[in-house]
């Protein structure tokens, strides 16, 4: 665990100084100094007096570096377009089994020849045009701004149904491999 690192990280972007911080918890600089380099281990009490100083919860000095906040800035997104329907499909971020991705139909254009079905739960907000969604039974005409959800593991299928392409917002909770998800 870097708990130091994450102190001195959180210490210096809030433009504080060991003197102050130093302050601030009544610990000494040479301790502050030693923490923040990983050369001593200190005490729940101690690391809750240093987080109530810095404005963040406890917790989070705990966290390794996977469990943080992740970013994905638009120039390193992930594009994959699939041959037979020309979706083309904007990975997003992902997180666990928790995925989302941005997803633009042509017209005409759909999720498959039929229905399929896979493990996990899926949202979506229909971002731009007309699609038809169908789960089982059910079977539903959506256009911007509307949304709907399912568990997937139950055979759906969406088609761009309009003359412009339409666009997808779609979260994914599944442990599958995201070419058996569309």
Not at 42 to 51: D, G
Not at 74 to 87: A, D, F, G, S
Not at 88 to 104: A, D, P, Q
Request: net charge negative; charged share 25%.
């Amino acid at each position: 665990m870097d708990i130091g690192s994450t102190i001195r990280e959180i210490r210096k972007r809030k433009q504080i100084t060991i003197v102050q911080m130093s302050e601030g918890t009544g610990l000494s600089k040479g301790f502050i100094s030693n923490m923040e380099n990983n050369n001593t281990s200190p005490s729940i009490h101690t690391l809750q007096t240093v987080a109530n100083f810095l404005g963040i919860p406890l917790p989070y000095l705990l966290l390794e570096k996977e469990q943080k906040m992740r970013v994905v800035r638009k120039n390193e997104r992930q594009y994959t377009t699939m041959q037979k329907e020309n979706l083309k499909i904007e990975h997003l971020t992902s997180k666990g089994g928790l995925r989302m991705m941005h997803v633009e139909f042509p017209p005409g254009a759909s999720t498959g020849d039929q229905s399929h079905s896979h493990e996990g739960e899926e949202c979506h907000v229909v971002l731009k045009g007309k699609v038809l969604a169908e789960q089982g039974g059910d079977s539903f005409i959506l256009e911007e701004g509307d949304s709907f959800s399912w568990s997937a593991s139950v055979p759906h299928y969406v088609e761009n149904i309009g003359n412009e392409p339409a666009v997808i917002l779609i979260a994914i909770y599944t442990d599958v491999e995201l070419e058996d998800v569309l």
